[in-house]
């Protein structure tokens, strides 16, 4: 079955910077697009950054764009994401996500808190 798992969230200090990573299995890994999508809470879920398979082109909400960098590694199964500059703002449940089909899985989320 399809797995994502999040891990690399914590507690930094604004202008801070952190790395996410998604270990992904139970799907081929590496042709398929994979995004990261956070949420606060009262929120809905916003899509942050994308990466495709074939060439790995990105895409980045405009609220993140210049400050975040997603980036693959097709051998690992791993999606990353590099966040810099970060800010209160920044504050969310990040989560890894895959379109197969009709269907998008999700991880479990893994918290990223920006405060001094």
């Known amino acids: 079955q399809v797995q994502l798992v999040e891990s690399g969230g914590g507690l930094v200090q604004p202008g801070g910077s952190l790395r996410l990573s998604c270990a992904a299995s139970g799907f081929t890994f590496s042709i398929y697009a994979m995004s990261w999508s956070r949420q606060t809470p009262g929120k809905e879920r916003e899509l942050v950054a994308t990466?495709?398979?074939?060439?790995?082109?990105?895409d980045y909400a405009d609220s993140v764009k210049g400050r975040f960098t997603i980036t693959r590694d097709n051998a690992k199964n791993t999606v990353y994401l590099q966040m810099n500059s970060l800010k209160p703002e920044d504050t969310a449940v990040y989560y890894c996500n895959v379109r197969i089909g009709i269907k998008r899985y999700w991880g479990q989320g893994t918290q990223v808190t920006v405060s001094s």
């Open positions: 990466i495709t398979s074939a060439y790995a082109s990105t």
